[in-house]
């Protein structure tokens, strides 16, 4: 699969958005950004009718035409160990994404820093980052893990099959990052702590073997969400709709209806993959839905 051909499937759809700026990594968790790219609203979900969707987004003050859909990057900093949650979309993605490497390094990040890239999934925007332009590691020092059943699900025979004809090639990409990466893939099932303090929470929905992290950072608790919320108004105010992007959409509804209930009430703080502002902030309970709080 090369560049031309994603384009003619995926990005004719897409429009590039402007890059969200960097959040400068120190101890702790934060988040750097990979860039950003632009989708049409009607992507956001596959059930919902378009007026529903539209007025949703009107009432938040949001465009009813454009979701510009930011790419947050968790860093883990112990140190001089880097842990990294999902790692970009790399160079054959989109234009306006693919941006980490940069601002890792102008966070002082240098790749060999990183000792550990925990995947949420294996989506082009997670994933194609792991290699670099020469189809190798892109952090050489790193340990790659993923959950089994994402694994096992994007490495089967029949994956094709079960993808719709304009994402074939996000099978294709998976396919190719995680042979290249076998050398130093572990897998994982969820429950299991990962590296110290950093255990995997099974969000399967969005894709099947989709996992969140639960980050313990002294006395607090952080989940990193990748893919589990995705949209600051819809995932959180109509949980039933189906994403637009969601590979087991009944399943992805059942996870974001416990998921949503759990958080409101642990009062967990939370960053997402494509939340606004870095993503980072809380679940509030908001009439018989929720909303997403940003950190301050």
């Not at 101890?27 to 950003?36: C, H, Q, R, V």
């Not at 294709?172 to 702590?193: D, W, Y």
């Amino acid at each position: 699969m090369d560049r031309r051909t994603f384009l003619s499937s995926f990005a004719a759809v897409c429009a590039v958005g402007p890059i969200a700026p960097a959040r400068a990594a120190q101890d702790g968790l934060t988040t750097l950004s990979d860039g950003s790219f632009a989708l049409p609203v009607n992507m956001l979900s596959s059930s919902a009718e378009p007026a529903q969707l539209r007025d949703a987004l009107a009432a938040a003050g949001l465009s009813q035409t454009e979701h510009r859909n930011p790419l947050n990057v968790s860093v883990l900093t112990r140190g001089d160990e880097v842990v990294i949650f999902d790692c970009g979309a790399g160079a054959n993605f989109m234009d306006g994404a693919g941006k980490l490497a940069a601002n890792l390094a102008a966070a002082g990040i240098a790749p060999e820093k990183v000792k550990h890239v925990l995947f949420t999934h294996a989506h082009p925007d997670h994933l194609w980052g792991a290699l670099d332009d020469f189809g190798t590691p892109a952090f050489p020092e790193a340990t790659y893990h993923i959950a089994a059943a994402e694994r096992d699900f994007w490495m089967s025979a029949d994956v094709f099959s079960q993808m719709p004809e304009d994402r074939q090639a996000f099978a294709a990409g998976a396919q190719r990052n995680i042979k290249e990466l076998t050398s130093v893939l572990k897998t994982f099932k969820p429950g299991a702590e990962i590296v110290s303090g950093v255990s995997a929470f099974d969000t399967r929905g969005h894709t099947p073997g989709h996992v969140s992290f639960e980050v313990k950072l002294g006395s607090d608790t952080m989940l990193v969400l990748g893919d589990a919320l995705t949209h600051p108004v819809i995932s959180f105010q109509h949980p039933d709709w189906r994403g637009g992007f969601d590979q087991e959409p009944d399943r992805a509804i059942a996870t974001r209806r416990v998921l949503l209930d759990k958080l409101a009430s642990e009062q967990t703080k939370i960053v997402g993959y494509h939340l606004p502002n870095g993503g980072m902030g809380r679940v509030e309970k908001s009439g018989s839905a929720y909303r997403f709080v940003p950190a301050a």
